[in-house]
């Protein structure tokens, strides 16, 4: 019976496998696309032109507080390119590197290692800004919202509901449990409680 051999990426490479040709329905992949070539160009073009909303500096004008929630090291989004442009963003509306905090959305992870931070984040936005990991486990920092109408208590973290303005930052990618990670997702299970996530 004829094989048919296929090549598959992990991590930083290729595991290649045989199995009966008449067994493989095809190999699937995402269509290319061309990279963005000037990372900071293209954020900066996205928070002055978002595509349905107003710009980042419409929203921002007149905060105090901000809080950006931001994805973990489980995440490849990019945020040592991001986080710069964003900031300057707000600091062109008199927002001071002050008045930002950065809350790593750890959902039910563990901490990051400070290393980790400075890897993920970049040393210039953790030599900025106030950089926090979230602690799903620990009652002081959290709030109680209520109860949804579905019954589930929601608490999270005290910092969210402090801040005149909270921005996500985080990548959509498939997740084997809720179908995608990102979007809504940066706030729970990223800023929650772990009896409003078990919920």
């Not at 959902?107 to 210039?124: C, D, L, N, V, Y």
């Amino acid at each position: 019976m004829a094989t048919v051999r296929v090549c598959i990426p992990y991590g930083e490479e290729e595991r290649c496998f045989s199995l009966p040709q008449g067994n493989l329905l095809g190999v699937f992949q995402p269509r290319d696309t061309s990279v963005v070539g000037d990372v900071p160009q293209a954020v900066g073009q996205a928070l002055r032109q978002p595509i349905g909303g107003p710009p980042l500096r419409e929203l921002a004008r007149g905060a105090r507080k901000v809080l950006i929630v931001a994805d973990d090291s489980t995440r490849l989004t990019p945020t040592e390119r991001i986080l710069p442009v964003l900031l300057e963003e707000l600091n062109a509306v008199g927002i001071p590197d002050e008045a930002i905090t950065l809350l790593i959305a750890l959902g039910t992870h563990r901490a990051m290692t400070p290393s980790e931070i400075e890897q993920k984040f970049g040393r210039e936005v953790v030599g900025r800004i106030q950089v926090l990991n979230h602690n799903a486990f620990e009652p002081s920092l959290l709030v109680d919202l209520g109860t949804t109408p579905g019954g589930v208590h929601v608490q999270v973290h005290r910092l969210a509901p402090e801040a005149d303005l909270v921005i996500g930052v985080g990548s959509i990618v498939p997740h084997h449990i809720p179908g995608f990670s990102g979007g809504a997702k940066i706030i729970q299970p990223g800023i929650c409680g772990e009896q409003t996530t078990g919920e």
